[in-house]
């Protein structure tokens, strides 16, 4: 029970720091997402017509988001960090903000692969949205036995 003790003693010493791991978690979950269901490799190949000004609906804007997507949560964490003002103690100054959010969307990157690779090691199937696939259709259920 000692060794709970001190894990649940540590993890109240990062209470005042709840922003991080919550934006350092929103965005891998929203990141994955978007990794596998929205700008995947297919839709940046895939050829589209349209207007010039639709840019959704345009082929390299879905080339330019996929590539640029490991820098999308660094830049989310900048329009966080611009409109909240003192996230934890010590984060006062706009340009610790700019960090402390930044800094925390762009390890959501690598925060993935890091909780996988530890559930591996304890045999856990970490999947996310987008990872899961559809599970197999039910057994077909067999006839009544008939009663005699």
């Known amino acids: 029970m000692e060794f709970v003790d001190k894990i649940i003693a ?6 005042p720091y709840w922003p991080f791991f ?5 965005s891998m979950l929203i990141g994955r997402v978007m990794n596998k269901q929205i700008f995947t490799d297919a839709a940046a190949r895939a050829e589209r017509g349209g207007k010039w000004y639709v840019f959704w609906d345009a082929k390299w804007f879905y080339v330019w988001m996929r590539r640029t997507l490991v820098l999308h949560p660094v830049f989310a964490g900048f329009i966080i960090a611009w409109s909240w003002k003192e996230p934890s103690p010590g984060v006062d100054l706009v340009v610790e903000r700019f960090a402390y959010f930044g800094l925390s969307g762009g390890l959501s990157v690598f925060a993935y692969e890091l909780i996988k690779g530890i559930g591996k090691k304890f045999d856990i199937d970490v999947t996310l949205p987008g990872d899961s696939r559809t599970p197999p259709p039910p057994a077909p259920v067999p006839p009544p036995v008939p009663k005699d």
């Open 10 to 15: 540590n993890l109240e010493k990062l209470g």
């Open 22 to 26: 919550a934006w350092l978690f929103i």
